[in-house]
């Protein structure tokens, strides 16, 4: 048990902790005691730990930075979870966390001597020296990644649930300081629902843990006015420990809460994401106990931490005294204050801080960082005078010390907003960045804006709040204009010092040092996106929220210009590291039933999914499905069945353009097409890929009834949408497919039991051929009936109003009564299907299947000047086949492959099986399968490998299956 532990600070210190639980956690092989609400970082440093990991590149013992989850240097390993942050993650009874990326041990890194020779490794050198002779990279990859270390996975993670939720507001406010509660408070007070969303486990941002005025009073008092106000409020919803990811358009958001993926839609969104503290660039600036000065703020006043005995501040503005100032009041050290400045802007701070006798060094900078032999904690700073833009005087003042604290000023956090195509702005006077150009509705406020005095913070977060709630309410004046703010200067314009022997990181992710950003502009590369594709500087897990501005500052010297003209590197989604639990946790499948669903459960269905539709898989017993699915298929070949197809795409196209635009947009030809007539209708891209096939009738000169799949009716509506609008053809396009029901009969008796129920249609051979269209009606019902073989047999599909779904039903199984008429499900019917030689879409198809693959050459008119997808349908066919979709047949014995099963030639991969199944009727196993060109033909063998690596020999037949002649669909 570890026994370094300083005595906490006392009340009211640490406003995140329960003192009243002592919890025991284990880092790094070692037992360590905290309280409950500490995280693991703030425990261990209480411990007087700080070492939690190491550097990517030279492997250097790296500590917390921010405190905050914004850095990497805290990422450690859990049992079953890699690259966690210990600043953001809470310690629990029996937690065993340890840290990443060492060899050896953590604090014996076996590889630390790989800093040493670091002048052989420059920016970018693994490109010149690792792809030379050719293929060399593969034998340097795998010891590369070894050295690079980071966390190990655990392959035996059993995944947890993960889910989704949408949510919608007037306004959503990501942050929670005190210009997000303000802006809260006043767009509520106008009116609007408010969700406020922040990532920490509290509200108030900046008031829990900083100094706003020399007594050390205003803070609290507001933090306290401002939630008890929040918490109050009707109007506003808080999510707390939630990460507001990305911005997407029309104020999309989506928010990260646990294990839960919110989906926000905002009318108006205000960023209230304030600012990140930004470290100053000098040697071994990465010590373990070189911390920002707000971290060591957060430990303090969340934690209680008492982080060392001997604290320096370095500073670049009048925070780092308003911090002095903190850390004396709780009892703390401080040996000196450094400020880069030559004068305090606050002369009462600087006197505050001379009353009680702490030397402040003004004008100078840490030239330095000392450490002792191992690294493990930073022992002292070199001081020097600042004498000219990032260079120093040779005199030097050591000061004994370890902690230090440093802040060179602000940087935005921008991310957001940038997602949002704002545009970033230097402002060389102030050496800060301002934020323009943002897109209708959304806002920003508070430190973000570049406000940072607390009164003008809280006047520019009301005043736009009450903007944005005025205009998510609809007010036509839109609640007035903002004010501008002329605030304080808060940056020191050149936090960055050189030193002869380096060591002074920009980008303590990926180790990168101020020669390295300077090499990779001589390198020619000047333009700041492509030097950090070359270094990867900011492209570390922190994404350079700290590396960002000095990367820019340093480019814009190298290359004789501003900053404003460099910029900095484009800010993408997501703002954090993101699981892919929550990316792929529960998605939302709408539920959706036939009208006669109730009918199905009645009659013993077991149902299956659809696209968004449940549908019967089968009747009766699921432990007998075979020999259930083996009796639907045996009716409908002898007899007659039933089946729903209410889940088919309908799609009505009206007007004197229709036959033209059906034309245009399917492959065959609709222009001439009878009315009382359907054909087949096959969809293709401009790609030439198959997207989808249905049916299109002709109910009269100018009105079309289309079907189309399942679970591609929505995207083929769309299509149509899409292209009218560009052809601006005279048509009307209506998705009916939930206005209407459908079912189909099929087999030897269906025009039977047709003839009982329809009495206005002649139904016999002659009068209503294959693939005929009649409109009529059954018990007074209106109904279309197209005759369809998609099973093989006689059969009709009948379609009418859905509200008469049960009653149909009823009316049909009634009449089929005297010929043992049974109903038969999914499963069934693509059994029959497949007997037939029919595909399926997106079964039997893939992304890239064009017509000729899967032999649906007969269904393009080649003689068509135009459709979608002709040209390139023309040029993949005038080359050679490399695949073919074939039927092929096993004998009942073998093994049945399943979908998905790959086929071979020889030792490579040649295809995929995308359909198989026993077929009682041929009493042979049947399939489709993709297949090289050269094992297309007719009579060929072709390997499949089963499960567990067994291969089977399947034959390649001519389609179809069954019935070759199409004899029993046209009697």
């Excluded at 995280?39 to 730990?49: E, F, M, Y």
């Excluded at 990460?243 to 108006?268: E, M, S």
């Excluded at 979908?899 to 042979?924: A, F, M, R, W």
């Amino acid at each position: 048990m570890s026994n370094l532990n300083l005595p906490r600070l006392p009340l009211p210190y640490g406003i995140l902790l329960d003192r009243s639980q002592e919890v025991e956690f284990e880092f790094d092989a070692e037992k360590f005691k905290g309280f409950a609400g500490d995280s693991i970082a703030s425990a261990l440093i209480a411990n007087q730990r700080w070492v939690m990991s190491r550097s990517f590149k030279y492997h250097r013992p790296r500590a917390p930075l921010t405190m905050a989850g914004q850095d990497a240097n805290t990422l450690v390993q859990l049992p079953h979870e890699a690259n966690v942050l210990a600043d953001t993650t809470n310690i629990h009874s029996g937690l065993v966390s340890g840290g990443q990326n060492f060899s050896g041990s953590l604090m014996k890194d076996s590889d630390a001597f790989l800093g040493k020779f670091s002048k052989f490794m420059p920016v970018g050198f693994y490109y010149r020296s690792f792809y030379k002779p050719k293929g060399v990279w593969k034998l340097w990859e795998p010891l590369i990644r070894k050295k690079a270390g980071l966390g190990v996975l655990d392959l035996n993670f059993e995944p947890e649930y993960y889910d989704k939720a949408y949510l919608f507001t007037d306004i959503a406010i990501v942050g929670a300081g005190p210009a997000g509660l303000q802006a809260a408070l006043s767009a509520a007070d106008a009116g609007a629902k408010v969700l406020l969303i922040e990532q920490d486990k509290i509200l108030g941002g900046s008031l829990n843990y900083a100094r706003f005025d020399l007594k050390g009073e205003k803070a609290s008092a507001l933090r306290q006015q401002l939630l008890s106000a929040v918490e109050q409020h009707a109007n506003i919803t808080v999510m707390t420990e939630s990460i507001c990811n990305a911005w997407f358009t029309d104020h999309y958001l989506p928010v990260i809460q646990g294990k839960r993926l919110y989906k926000v839609r905002a009318k108006q969104c205000i960023v209230a994401s304030g600012s990140f503290d930004q470290p100053v660039v000098f040697r071994n600036n990465d010590l373990p106990g070189v911390i920002l000065t707000s971290a060591v703020q957060r430990l303090i006043k969340l934690y209680a931490v008492q982080p060392g005995q001997r604290i320096t501040i370095l500073t670049g503005n009048d925070d780092g005294y308003l911090a002095a100032l903190d850390f004396i009041d709780a009892g703390l050290n401080v040996v000196a204050l450094v400020d880069m400045r030559e004068t305090a802007k606050d002369t009462a701070l600087y006197g505050a801080l001379k009353a009680k006798k702490i030397p402040c060094y003004m004008g100078s900078t840490v030239y330095e960082a000392l450490h002792e032999k191992h690294m493990h904690r930073v022992t002292g700073v070199d001081v020097r005078k600042i004498v000219a833009e990032g260079e120093v005087a040779t005199e030097s003042k050591k000061i004994d010390c370890d902690v230090l604290c440093m802040s060179s000023g602000y940087m935005p956090v921008y991310q957001l907003l940038c997602q949002a195509g704002a545009k970033l702005s230097y402002d060389d006077h102030k050496a800060e960045f301002t934020i323009s150009g943002l897109p209708k509705g959304l806002y920003v406020a508070g430190s973000v804006n570049g406000v940072h005095t607390l009164e003008h913070v809280l006047e520019n977060a009301q005043q736009t709040a009450k903007l944005a709630a005025a205009r998510a309410l609809g007010q036509a004046d839109g609640g007035g204009s903002l004010q501008h703010f002329s605030d304080q200067d808060v940056n020191f314009p050149w936090p960055i010092f050189s030193h002869p022997k380096g060591k002074e990181f920009v980008d303590f992710d990926e180790d990168l040092q101020i020669k390295d950003i300077v090499n990779a502009t001589k390198s020619g590369y000047r333009d700041v996106q492509l030097v950090k594709r070359f270094s990867t500087v900011g492209m570390g897990p922190s994404q350079g929220r700290h590396s960002a501005l000095p990367t820019a500052r340093l480019v814009a010297k190298s290359t004789d210009r501003s900053v404003s003209e460099t910029g900095v590197t484009t800010a993408r989604p997501p703002f954090t590291a993101e699981k892919l639990a929550h990316v792929a946790g529960r998605g939302f499948d709408p539920y959706r039933q036939t009208p006669m669903h109730a009918r199905h459960i009645e009659a013993g269905a077991k149902m299956m999914p659809a696209g968004n539709w449940q549908r019967p898989a089968f009747y009766g017993d699921a432990n007998k499905r075979l020999q259930n699915i083996e009796s639907e298929v045996q009716n409908v070949r002898q007899n007659v069945g039933m089946i729903d197809v209410s889940t088919l795409g309908g799609l009505e196209v009206r007007g004197a353009d229709s036959a033209e635009f059906l034309n245009r947009l399917y492959t065959f030809g609709f222009a001439k097409l009878p009315v009382g007539k359907t054909r087949y209708a096959v969809m293709a891209n401009e790609d030439g890929v198959v997207i989808d096939d249905g049916v299109a009738g002709r109910l009269s000169e100018n009105h079309f009834y289309v079907t189309a799949t399942t679970s591609g009716v929505d995207r083929i509506y769309q299509q149509m949408l899409k292209w009218n609008v560009q052809w601006r053809l005279n048509v009307d396009i209506t998705n009916v497919t939930t206005a209407l029901a459908a079912v189909n009969i099929a087999g030897p008796n269906s025009r039977a039991v047709m003839q009982k129920l329809c009495h206005d249609v002649d139904l016999s051979n002659a009068a209503f051929p294959y693939l005929g269209l009649r409109e009529g009606t059954i018990d007074g019902i209106p109904v279309r009936i197209l005759r369809v073989g998609f099973v093989g047999e006689l059969g009709y599909e009948i379609h009418f109003p859905a509200r008469y779904g049960e009653f149909m039903w009823d009316k049909l199984m009634q009449a089929g009564q005297s010929f043992s008429m049974k109903p038969f499900g999914v499963e069934s019917q693509r059994l029959l299907r497949l007997e037939k030689g029919h595909i399926i879409i997106s079964q039997d198809t893939d992304g890239m299947t064009h017509p000729q693959e899967v032999d649906l050459g007969w269904a393009v008119a080649r003689n068509k000047p135009w459709f979608v997808g002709k040209r390139s349908i023309e040029i993949l066919e005038a080359q050679q086949l490399k695949r073919k979709l074939v039927s092929f047949v096993l004998d009942k014995h073998q093994e049945k492959p399943l979908e998905g099963h790959i086929v071979l030639q020889g030792s490579d991969i040649s295809g995929n099986i995308t359909s198989c199944e026993y077929s009682p009727t041929l009493d042979k196993i049947i399939g489709m399968a993709y297949v090289g060109i050269e094992q297309s033909e007719v009579g060929q063998q072709f390997p499949i490998r089963v499960e567990k690596g067994a291969v089977v020999h399947a034959t390649v037949v001519k389609a179809p299956f069954y019935d070759p002649q199409n004899q029993r669909q046209e009697i």
